[in-house]
């Protein structure tokens, strides 16, 4: 109930589109943190059962976490420019 409030006073003080570019810039931001997450449990997970492996799986879960955060990034200037440009 509360949330719906808030996003019904944000969007009769602004356009609908840029509500809408910051939402979607909060759920690329979280989508990210949830992929980087998963990532990261899943290397601890196969570092535990095969530590000999672990600067391996070190190395490609760092190049996954990059590229997950470039997407996201990418994504939140994205929803950005949409604000300033019109």
Known sequence: ??????????AAGAAFG???A?????IAAIAAAFGI???????????????ESASNM????IIAA????GAALFAIIVCF?????K
Not at 1 to 10: K, V
Not at 66 to 69: D, L, S
């Open 1 to 10: 109930m509360i949330l719906s409030t808030m996003i019904l006073q944000a």
């Open 18 to 20: 840029k509500v809408g």
């Open 22 to 26: 910051a939402l979607a810039a909060a």
């Open 37 to 51: 997450g998963k990532i990261g449990k899943s290397t601890m997970e196969a570092i535990a059962r095969q530590p």
């Open 58 to 61: 070190r190395t490609a879960m």
């Open 66 to 69: 990059g590229m997950i955060e």
């Open 81 to 85: 420019l949409t604000l300033v440009i």
